[in-house]
């Protein structure tokens, strides 16, 4: 019997062909993830992203020397842009991402995933709106947030109320994720009275752990150590002057990329 051999020159353009299969394998696991995420015990937050960097020492990263190129790596990275990518159904993620993200038209976007440009162009729209993606006239600098998250840090550990409530926003919401392995809240907790209370509640910064600043999904955050061991991690969304979001992730198994020295 003679063996089969993969032709090459049957494949017109190797780079749309892996584009395709790349894309269409894509859409099967998001499809199996968002399955899985709805049996997910509590609120679901992106793994959270380090930076070796600390945010401190004001180095840039290693292999990135254009701070032009940082900064659109670290909104591409941004807790907040992620996790309404990870509420996007998996329709709308791919075809935002082939079309806005790598400016493929919608003609192939529609070729890589089976559908019709119409079809195509419904969800990327949708996702647009979800994302918001015109820029924010009052977005802070670096300098700014790193001020506020580190007054949130000294104002948690002193447990003082008043000091956090000043530093959030009246909508600010704290959403936890501890995957039914740790405990964490439910549910958002929302208001800046409720979630200043519920931090300055928590052991969090009590005795034994050390808060440290340090950079998470680009941008300053805090990471919780008891003995050494990161048990938190955390992520803020800083609009103008306060803070509007605060992303906890507490599942050990989303924290394994923290546990390095």
């Given at each position: 019997m003679r063996s089969r051999t993969w032709a090459p020159e049957v494949i017109d353009s190797p780079g749309a062909w892996l584009t395709t299969v790349a894309s269409r394998i894509c859409?099967?696991?998001?499809?199996?993830?968002?399955?899985r995420r709805e049996r997910y015990v509590g609120a679901w937050i992106p793994e959270p992203l380090p930076d070796r960097t600390e945010w401190?020492?004001?180095?840039?990263?290693?292999?990135?020397?254009?701070p032009a190129d940082r900064i659109t790596l670290d909104e591409s990275v941004g807790m907040a842009f992620l996790v309404v990518l990870e509420a996007m159904t998996p329709a709308e993620r791919v075809a935002f991402i082939l079309h806005d993200v790598f400016r493929y038209p919608f003609a192939e976007v529609a070729?890589?995933?089976?559908?019709?440009?119409?079809?195509?162009?419904k969800p990327a729209s949708s996702a647009r709106r979800r994302l918001h993606v015109t820029p924010q006239p009052d977005a802070p600098s670096t300098a700014r947030r790193t001020d506020l998250v580190r007054a949130f840090k000294e104002a948690w550990e002193a447990k003082d109320i008043d000091?956090?409530?000043?530093?959030?926003?009246?909508?600010?919401?704290?959403t936890g994720d501890g995957g039914g392995r740790v405990t964490a809240a439910l549910h958002p907790v929302e208001g800046a009275e409720q979630v200043a209370r519920f931090?300055?509640?928590?052991?969090?910064?009590?005795?034994?752990?050390?808060l440290v600043e340090c950079t998470v999904n680009g941008q300053p955050g805090l990471v919780a150590q008891l003995d050494g061991v990161t048990v938190s991690v955390m992520a803020f969304d800083v609009?103008?002057?306060?803070?509007?979001?605060?992303?906890?992730v507490l599942n050990p198994d989303k924290l394994r990329s923290w546990t390095g020295g």
């Open positions: 859409l099967d696991l998001l499809g199996s993830a968002r399955a401190l020492s004001g180095r840039p990263a290693a292999g990135i020397a254009d070729g890589i995933v089976g559908r019709t440009p119409a079809a195509c162009r000091v956090l409530i000043g530093l959030l926003a009246p909508d600010a919401t704290a931090f300055a509640d928590r052991p969090g910064a009590g005795p034994g752990v050390r609009t103008g002057d306060r803070i509007h979001h605060i992303w906890a």
